[in-house]
């Protein structure tokens, strides 16, 4: 189990970077990225459980990089894979239903497609912070038990 400085640190780095990447993918991506992104976000809709799930997200986040068609940033996701695959699996667990951050994911999805840049980075800003707030029900219930 990662460590909360870890976590923390891990978010942080996420609102760093993935609110930037969404909006280049929407001004970058290519048909074939739209439709990869699109693959993911299905698998993610289809998941039955929660392995499922975190093995989709994390193929929706490495295309959403890999879409921003910046290789520095592509390659960034090797770095954080393990991390953020934790990362997403803490995440939904604290969650009531492991589904709850799938219509954070088709906003933005659907500004990526409409090649809308700032709804792009609005979008994933609030889906990092919905997953910074799992988290920190995690620290508060852990705390209280």
Same mark, same amino acid.
């Given at each position: 189990m990662p460590t909360e400085s870890f976590v923390e640190k891990? !978010?942080?780095?996420?609102?760093?970077?993935?609110?930037?990447?969404?909006a280049a993918?929407?001004?970058r991506r290519t048909p074939e990225q739209l439709a990869e992104l699109r693959q993911?976000?299905?698998?993610?809709s289809a998941a039955t459980d929660l392995d499922d799930w975190a093995e989709?997200?994390?193929?929706?986040?490495?295309?959403?990089l890999r879409a921003t068609n910046n290789e520095l940033m592509a390659s960034l996701f090797s770095v954080i894979e393990t991390?953020?695959?934790?990362f997403f699996l803490l995440s939904a667990r604290n969650s009531a239903n492991f589904k709850a951050a799938l219509p954070h994911h088709e906003k933005v999805?659907?500004? !990526?497609r409409r090649r809308q840049p700032e709804v792009a980075r609005q979008a994933m800003w609030k889906m990092v912070a919905a997953s910074r707030r799992?988290?920190?029900g995690r620290g508060?219930?852990?705390k209280s038990a």
């Amino acid at each position: 189990m990662p460590t909360e400085s870890f976590v923390e640190k891990l !978010v942080e780095m996420r609102e760093f970077i993935e609110p930037a990447a969404a909006a280049a993918a929407a001004m970058r991506r290519t048909p074939e990225q739209l439709a990869e992104l699109r693959q993911a976000y299905d698998a993610m809709s289809a998941a039955t459980d929660l392995d499922d799930w975190a093995e989709a997200d994390l193929a929706f986040h490495e295309t959403l990089l890999r879409a921003t068609n910046n290789e520095l940033m592509a390659s960034l996701f090797s770095v954080i894979e393990t991390a953020l695959g934790t990362f997403f699996l803490l995440s939904a667990r604290n969650s009531a239903n492991f589904k709850a951050a799938l219509p954070h994911h088709e906003k933005v999805y659907e500004a !990526v497609r409409r090649r809308q840049p700032e709804v792009a980075r609005q979008a994933m800003w609030k889906m990092v912070a919905a997953s910074r707030r799992n988290i920190a029900g995690r620290g508060r219930r852990a705390k209280s038990a």
